[in-house]
């Protein structure tokens, strides 16, 4: 152990771990959901190792959490099979439900997940390495989710609750399922993320065939019984194992109707691309980005920095939205810099648990070495890391490193490094970041910092048009989740927010009749009779 290490201490000794952050036993998880059933596997395992390190005595050893089923083509096809029973083309219980009592299974499930809360979120945090308060907030933010994702579909549902009525053609007109449905999340959220995914699917009469992401995994084992006792059979399938044995074969048979996928680019192409009728697959993607902060000369520093540190460093710059490179003005660079560093190196590092933490150990076994790749390469292409420790590798822990002068010779530049490395430039004129972001591959968000609103405007026009998010004064975000989530080029398939993800995981179907006697009759019968769950004028309260 060097002098860094015992200076920044940040893997504890076992005696550290405080008493109510320890999970009671590890998780050996054979179980998987097909059906209705939680079946038993008895095959091969995948280990689960936290990212944080035990420290004995200055050596570091792997916390074990336990294990999951590794599964294969012959169960990721019973699983497509029961969701397809319960589908039944179409005509299942499930996706002719009304809305109502799809609600009350939904209702029923967030009642029994809000049980397990304290069991989720320490897994979560052991799993990927996210801080207690940000686990504890995911787990809320995704709750949430669910109430405004109810009230939404309320919302939709209350405005197609009456016929509409053009050249004597009446109408109803709602939004229906589309079938069988893969929902695949990021690791960096493994419950937040993939639930954005799930839950509208669920809710809007498809079945669901769900793979946990890579890392995050066990945490899921907890809300297993929820989804078998609150969803009819077949409707919710969970499975695990390698993407190219289960969904991928699931990909190639062609009976998946929606691929929703939160990511790299490179894995949902290669799934998407194996799907034999692309025509008859719908997708929603979020993939990767590279979201600049232009800092302005005329910017409010300190507020940059602080927006900056954020952007660019909350879950060590783990996050789909990060500020993953920042320009600056070339006057003021040299003061952003120092602010920059002083800030971060009073950023709070080391356990999850600990108050104030926002630099935590990685849970991706080789992003150190990636990381450390970047910096090399920046380096021999004429860049510095300019803050003391910068890039130091303990184990799975990574000091941020900050890089400047940063070039387009660098890979750093170009590519999204979902990792504690923060890449600078300097611009002298606005042009730079500007054709930067019209250059780039990615196209989800950006950071404005500035106070001249006449500058500000003149940037905004364009910058719209280049991404889907423009920040002003105010690090890249998802949230709130009721505003759209998407992006222009390789960054995204399709738009997320609570009333969005309602419609992409549905299509609007309607039932029309010309305005006749026989008609007005008939279906005088089946509205005051309610003989239809589709064709309804009920008020959903
Ligand atoms: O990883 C991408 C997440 O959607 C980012 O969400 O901006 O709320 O952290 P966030």
């Excluded at 007005?520 to 309610?530: A, D, Q, Y």
């Amino acid at each position: 152990m060097n002098e860094l290490e015992k200076r920044l201490s940040v893997f504890p000794t076992e005696e550290q771990i405080p008493a109510e952050m320890r999970i009671a036993e590890m998780l050996d998880q054979r179980e998987y959901l097909v059906n209705g059933e939680l079946k038993t596997w008895a095959g091969d395992m995948q280990e689960v190792f936290s990212p944080v390190r035990i420290n004995n005595n200055g050596t570091y050893t792997k916390k074990r959490l336990g294990s999951f089923p590794v599964l294969g083509e012959k169960e990721s096809f019973e699983a497509l099979a029961a969701a397809q029973a319960a589908y039944n083309l179409g005509r299942g219980a499930w996706p002719t439900m009304p809305v109502k009592k799809r609600i009350e299974h939904m209702l029923r499930f967030t009642k029994m997940m809000k049980e397990k809360r304290n069991d989720v979120v320490k897994l979560l945090m052991w799993e990927i390495g996210k801080s207690y308060k940000d686990s504890e907030k995911e787990f809320d933010r995704t709750i949430e989710y669910i109430f405004d994702t109810i009230d939404a579909l309320k919302n939709l549902d209350r405005d197609s609750s009456r016929l509409q009525l053009k050249s004597e053609i009446y109408a109803q007109i709602r939004r229906g399922p589309l079938g069988v449905t893969v929902c695949m999340g990021p690791y960096n959220y493994p419950l937040n993320e993939t639930f954005a995914l799930l839950i509208p699917a669920l809710i809007m009469g498809n079945v669901v065939i769900f793979k946990p992401a890579k890392h995050g995994v066990l945490l899921i084992h907890p809300l297993l019984n929820a989804f078998k006792d609150c969803f009819p059979k077949g409707v919710i399938n969970v499975i695990y194992g390698s993407g190219k044995d289960t969904i991928a074969k699931l990909m190639e048979s062609g009976k998946v109707d929606v691929f929703s996928f939160i990511g790299s680019s490179k894995i949902a192409n290669i799934l998407k691309k194996s799907h034999p009728r692309p025509n008859r697959l719908r997708s929603v993607m979020g993939l990767e980005a590279k979201n600049p902060a232009i800092v302005l000369p005329n910017a409010d520093l300190d507020l940059a920095v602080n927006e900056c540190i954020l952007g660019s460093l909350s879950f060590n710059g783990q996050r789909c939205t990060a500020l993953k490179i920042i320009f600056v003005h070339e006057n003021i660079a040299a003061e952003f810099n120092k602010r920059y560093i002083q800030k971060l190196e009073a950023l709070k590092m080391g356990s999850p648990w600990m108050d104030g933490v926002m630099i935590t150990a990685l849970p991706e076994a080789d992003k150190p070495k990636y990381i450390t790749e970047l910096i090399e390469d920046a380096k021999s292409h004429g860049a510095q890391v300019i803050n003391k420790d910068g890039g130091t590798v303990i184990e799975s822990f990574v000091y941020p490193a900050v890089l400047y002068p940063v070039n387009k010779n660098m890979r750093v530049y170009h590519e999204e490094q979902f990792g504690p490395v923060v890449p600078i430039c300097t611009f002298k004129d606005i042009e730079e970041p500007i054709q930067y972001m019209v250059d780039s591959n990615f196209g989800q968000q950006v950071s404005i910092f500035g106070t001249d609103p006449e500058q500000l405007a003149h940037l905004i026009d364009p910058l719209v048009n280049q991404v889907c998010r423009v920040n002003l004064n105010s690090q890249c975000q998802r949230g709130p989740d009721m505003y759209p989530f998407n992006g222009r080029k390789d960054s995204a398939e399709g738009t997320l927010s609570v009333a969005d993800a309602l419609r992409v995981f549905s299509i609007r179907t309607m039932v029309a009749f010309k305005d006749n006697e026989l008609n007005k009759k008939v279906l005088s019968e089946i509205f005051e009779e309610r003989k239809s769950n589709f064709l309804s004028t009920d008020y959903l309260l």
